[in-house]
Protein backbone atom coordinates (compact mmCIF):
# COMPACT_ATOMS: atom_id res chain seq x y z
CA UNK A 1 0.00 0.00 0.00
CA UNK A 2 1.56 3.53 -0.97
CA UNK A 3 2.58 5.62 2.09
CA UNK A 4 2.42 9.42 1.22
CA UNK A 5 4.09 11.58 3.81
CA UNK A 6 4.57 15.12 4.74
CA UNK A 7 7.71 16.76 5.96
CA UNK A 8 7.45 20.20 7.80
CA UNK A 9 10.98 21.23 8.06
CA UNK A 10 11.64 20.41 11.53
CA UNK A 11 15.47 19.73 12.25
CA UNK A 12 14.62 16.42 14.03
CA UNK A 13 12.18 14.73 10.83
CA UNK A 14 15.74 13.70 9.19
CA UNK A 15 18.16 13.59 12.43
CA UNK A 16 15.44 11.10 13.84
CA UNK A 17 14.20 9.59 10.70
CA UNK A 18 10.28 10.96 10.85
CA UNK A 19 7.80 12.29 8.78
CA UNK A 20 5.55 15.02 10.07
CA UNK A 21 2.80 12.70 8.95
CA UNK A 22 1.44 9.78 7.22
CA UNK A 23 -1.28 8.31 4.74
CA UNK A 24 -1.20 5.20 4.34
CA UNK A 25 -4.95 4.14 3.09
CA UNK A 26 -8.11 6.08 4.54
CA UNK A 27 -5.41 6.26 8.09
CA UNK A 28 -3.44 9.21 9.13
CA UNK A 29 -1.06 9.62 11.30
CA UNK A 30 0.24 12.44 12.58
CA UNK A 31 3.58 12.24 15.10
CA UNK A 32 4.12 14.33 17.77
CA UNK A 33 3.96 18.14 16.87
CA UNK A 34 4.97 20.97 19.16
CA UNK A 35 4.98 24.62 18.57
CA UNK A 36 8.50 25.42 16.39
CA UNK A 37 8.16 27.55 13.36
CA UNK A 38 11.42 28.00 11.52
CA UNK A 39 13.53 26.51 14.59
CA UNK A 40 11.86 29.09 17.07
CA UNK A 41 9.23 28.34 19.85
CA UNK A 42 6.00 30.10 19.58
CA UNK A 43 4.09 31.33 22.21
CA UNK A 44 6.86 30.54 24.51
CA UNK A 45 5.37 30.34 28.30
CA UNK A 46 1.93 30.52 26.33
CA UNK A 47 0.17 27.07 27.08
CA UNK A 48 -2.85 28.14 25.35
CA UNK A 49 -0.91 30.36 21.86
CA UNK A 50 1.61 26.62 21.58
CA UNK A 51 -1.90 24.48 21.65
CA UNK A 52 -2.66 26.78 19.09
CA UNK A 53 0.11 26.66 16.89
CA UNK A 54 0.33 22.72 17.18
CA UNK A 55 -3.21 22.40 15.95
CA UNK A 56 -2.43 24.66 12.77
CA UNK A 57 0.13 22.84 11.96
CA UNK A 58 -1.24 19.26 12.08
CA UNK A 59 -4.54 21.23 9.93
CA UNK A 60 -1.73 21.92 7.31
CA UNK A 61 -0.15 18.26 7.22
CA UNK A 62 -3.34 16.87 6.77
CA UNK A 63 -4.63 18.86 4.07
CA UNK A 64 -1.60 17.94 2.22
CA UNK A 65 -3.03 14.54 3.00
CA UNK A 66 -6.12 14.89 2.04
CA UNK A 67 -7.85 15.16 5.11
CA UNK A 68 -9.13 17.99 7.17
CA UNK A 69 -9.48 18.38 10.97
CA UNK A 70 -13.14 17.15 10.83
CA UNK A 71 -11.38 13.75 10.02
CA UNK A 72 -9.62 13.34 13.68
CA UNK A 73 -10.73 10.81 15.49
CA UNK A 74 -8.06 10.56 18.58
CA UNK A 75 -5.89 13.66 19.73
CA UNK A 76 -3.09 12.05 22.01
CA UNK A 77 -1.98 15.85 24.38
CA UNK A 78 1.45 15.29 26.34
CA UNK A 79 1.90 18.20 28.47
CA UNK A 80 4.78 19.51 31.13
CA UNK A 81 2.80 21.35 33.87
CA UNK A 82 -0.86 19.91 33.97
CA UNK A 83 -2.08 22.68 36.12
CA UNK A 84 -2.37 24.35 32.48
CA UNK A 85 -4.91 21.75 31.39
CA UNK A 86 -7.63 24.59 31.50
CA UNK A 87 -5.85 26.52 28.77
CA UNK A 88 -4.73 23.56 26.82
CA UNK A 89 -8.20 22.49 26.78
CA UNK A 90 -9.78 26.14 25.24
CA UNK A 91 -7.43 25.71 22.90
CA UNK A 92 -8.12 22.17 21.96
CA UNK A 93 -11.68 22.97 22.12
CA UNK A 94 -11.60 25.87 19.84
CA UNK A 95 -10.74 23.45 17.13
CA UNK A 96 -11.92 19.85 17.96
CA UNK A 97 -15.38 21.35 19.87
CA UNK A 98 -17.78 19.90 17.16
CA UNK A 99 -15.66 17.01 15.99
CA UNK A 100 -15.65 15.47 19.22
CA UNK A 101 -12.67 13.11 18.92
CA UNK A 102 -11.36 10.83 21.65
CA UNK A 103 -8.80 12.84 23.59
CA UNK A 104 -6.11 12.40 26.23
CA UNK A 105 -3.88 14.73 27.55
CA UNK A 106 -1.01 13.32 30.35
CA UNK A 107 1.46 15.27 32.27
CA UNK A 108 5.10 14.58 30.90
CA UNK A 109 8.42 15.40 32.61
CA UNK A 110 10.25 16.94 29.71
CA UNK A 111 9.60 17.56 26.11
CA UNK A 112 12.78 17.84 23.60
CA UNK A 113 13.00 21.98 24.32
CA UNK A 114 12.31 23.08 28.13
CA UNK A 115 10.68 26.03 26.68
CA UNK A 116 8.21 23.55 24.97
CA UNK A 117 5.10 23.07 26.76
CA UNK A 118 2.91 20.80 24.73
CA UNK A 119 3.23 18.14 21.94
CA UNK A 120 0.43 17.00 20.07
CA UNK A 121 -0.40 13.80 17.73
CA UNK A 122 -3.37 12.45 15.85
CA UNK A 123 -5.29 10.09 14.36
CA UNK A 124 -7.42 10.81 11.34
CA UNK A 125 -9.68 8.68 8.94
CA UNK A 126 -10.22 9.70 5.36
CA UNK A 127 -14.36 10.02 4.95
CA UNK A 128 -14.70 8.16 8.64
CA UNK A 129 -18.64 8.85 9.45
Given at each position: ?E???????S?????VG?????R?????????T?A????????E????AQ??C???????A???????LSD????????T?????EA????HG???R?????A?M??????I?????I?????A?????
Open positions: MRKKVFTGPWEPQYCRAIVGDRIEVAGTMKDGEVVGGDAYTQITTTIQELRELGAEVIRTRMFVDISQWYGRAEFFDIQPVTVEVQALDPRLMEIEVEVVGGE
